[in-house]
């Protein structure tokens, strides 16, 4: 772009963001107008962004997100026959066509200097052009910073994956492990059981990073995967994940599937991979429906797990799975203040576990259902379940 287009570009998104207050409609995510954020965490704004500001501020690129006092606006630019653009993950609604492939949207936020949401409209234009780790993010300037996780080259544990054939299932499941450097079948390391096996390619690093730096120690993941729906399979992949991880949506399936974990899943990490066999090294940690499954699986198993790493409960049935241990479990359950149906089953939850006698703490992040969060409630859990060794040397100083 040369001078004079970008001065034209100024001077268009100057003029298209001179909007008088009562032009704007404010609606909850939920869709409803009338939204302030004395009673809601974040307020969508219709008619807040035009063709010529989203034009201005995306000049070459493809998507790009700005900050105006307590308001973020994004732009995105998507084929033409596009014919929906929603936000993902953070602030989960749809964005607003503005012109022929033009895309944008406007949110309030409390707590703005806070908050960490990242800007990721999809469909992308292009599925190379973007790729999810490197994903935009706005992060105010009082913002958690993000999780450390070791690079992809640098990573000196594995990560493997395993297929299971499986009696409880009647047919096999993948499981992905990752397994610290120096890790043996019979060295009992602190083990993590995680819902989505896929998050072991994200949280592996980070756990390395966390006993890298003595904020935690070394620690064996085993990620569940949720069954790929083959041709003759009526329901989608989401709804074969809610069965295996809701309690009370298919009884038999998340029987079945907490029968595989029991079964198959720990014996393998224990005889192959050096997982400890004593609860109090054994930790379940999920998001979403699978902090559903967490919260669930500890429940019924008290005497087997001392420790549920929980992000983003929206699923309050899941405390129905069995009475709550006196103690015998730490609960760390957290949600995002932009999360406007998992929030209070949350704290509903943590309230619930405590006034049975229960241990739970809640934490809320300034965000939305995002990995992001995801990834600072795994950590965060991660350092308090499992501390380092007292005589740890930090990584860098060997």
Not at 175 to 193: C, D, F, N, Q
Request: overall charge negative.
């Amino acid at each position: 772009m040369d001078f004079a287009a970008a001065v034209t570009g100024l001077f268009l998104l100057m003029q298209s963001n001179a909007y008088p207050a009562d032009q704007h409609v404010s609606l909850t995510p939920d869709g409803e107008d009338g939204c302030t954020l004395e009673a809601h965490d974040y307020c969508r704004l219709i008619g807040a962004i035009d063709l010529q500001a989203a034009e201005a501020r995306l000049a070459e690129t493809n998507q790009t997100f700005w900050r105006e006092g307590d308001t973020l606006f994004i732009a995105a630019r998507r084929s033409p026959d596009t014919d929906q653009v929603r936000m993902c993950c953070a602030l989960q609604t749809d964005m607003e066509r503005l012109g022929d492939g033009i895309w944008g949207v406007a949110y309030r936020l409390s707590r703005i200097d806070e908050a960490f949401v990242d800007v990721w409209p999809v469909p992308l234009l292009d599925e190379d052009e973007l790729v999810w780790r490197d994903r935009p993010v706005y992060r105010g300037p009082h913002s958690l910073p993000p999780v450390v996780s070791v690079p992809e080259d640098a990573l000196r544990g594995r990560l493997e994956m395993v297929e299971l054939e499986s009696n409880a299932l009647g047919k096999p499941r993948r499981v992905t492990v990752y397994i610290p450097h120096g890790a043996e079948p019979s060295t009992a390391l602190p083990v993590a059981y995680v819902a989505d096996g896929g998050n072991v390619y994200s949280y592996g690093p980070i756990a390395e990073a966390l006993a890298d730096t003595c904020t935690a120690a070394p620690v064996i993941l085993v990620g569940l995967w949720n069954e790929d729906p083959g041709p003759e399979e009526e329901r989608s992949q989401s709804e074969l994940r809610a069965a295996d991880y809701l309690w009370g949506f298919d009884p038999d399936r998340f029987s079945a599937h907490d029968a595989f974990l029991l079964e198959d899943v720990m014996p393998l990490a224990e005889s192959r991979f050096g997982a400890s066999a004593d609860p109090r090294d054994r930790m379940l940690s999920g998001s979403s429906n699978g902090a559903a499954w967490a919260v669930s699986t500890a429940l019924l198993h008290p005497e087997m797990f001392a420790t549920v790493s929980a992000a983003s409960l929206g699923w309050i049935e899941a405390l129905d799975a069995a009475e709550i241990p006196d103690g015998r479990v730490t609960f760390h359950i957290s949600a995002g203040y932009y999360e406007p149906r998992f929030l209070p089953d949350s704290e509903a939850a943590v309230e619930q576990i405590n006034a049975a006698g229960g241990t739970a703490h809640l934490t809320r992040y300034v965000s939305g259902h995002s990995p992001l969060v995801f990834e600072q409630q795994f950590a965060r859990s991660l350092a308090a379940t499992f501390p380092a060794d007292e005589d740890c040397v930090p990584q860098s100083a060997e």
